[in-house]
């Protein structure tokens, strides 16, 4: 088997009683830049269809996406949910990334929310990024790529 279970969790994230899932995989591979299918991690979503079926989603561009960002942790609250990246350049920098989705109750989709990014630099500089819907405008679950998603925000 190619992936393993690196965190679930389960939550009604679209107020109808049922519950939901989401699972984060992770990959038996080391990632090879030579292998892209040792970049795939994917995170899936199981929305709870009144206990009869679950609708699928899938998204396999979180991470470890083209910088290597490592999976965290995934936080629930409501509607909305962060998966937390980390990453490590020694001698260079250490930052985190924080990618909020929510459940549209009017659409019925999950969308993102929000992108945070923190960089600490080892000389002392600091990066930090923080946009929201109104500067990436709508980006479904499925459909959201860390690779290219800061160049959407305000710099």
């Not at 990959?27 to 795939?40: A, F, L, M």
């Not at 899936?44 to 699928?56: A, E, G, P, T, V």
């Not at 396999?60 to 965290?72: L, Q, T």
Request: aromatic fraction near 12%; include cysteine.
């Amino acid at each position: 088997n190619k992936y393993f279970v690196v965190e679930e969790k389960t939550h009604n994230l679209n107020n109808d009683t049922f519950m939901d899932k989401i699972i984060v995989l992770g990959n038996r591979e080391d990632v090879n830049p030579q292998n892209p299918d040792t970049k795939i991690s994917p995170i899936i979503i199981l929305l709870n269809q009144q206990d009869r079926s679950y609708k699928i989603l899938k998204n396999e561009f979180i991470y470890p996406n083209d910088y290597g960002d490592a999976f965290k942790r995934l936080v629930i609250k409501n509607n909305f949910f962060t998966i937390e990246l980390s990453n490590e350049v020694p001698d260079k920098y250490v930052s985190e990334k924080y990618v909020t989705f929510r459940y549209n109750e009017k659409s019925k989709e999950i969308v993102l929310s929000k992108y945070g990014e923190n960089i600490n630099w080892n000389d002392g500089r600091k990066n930090n990024i923080l946009c929201s819907e109104k500067n990436f405008g709508k980006i479904l679950f499925q459909d959201y790529n860390s690779n290219n998603v800061n160049g959407k925000c305000p710099k």
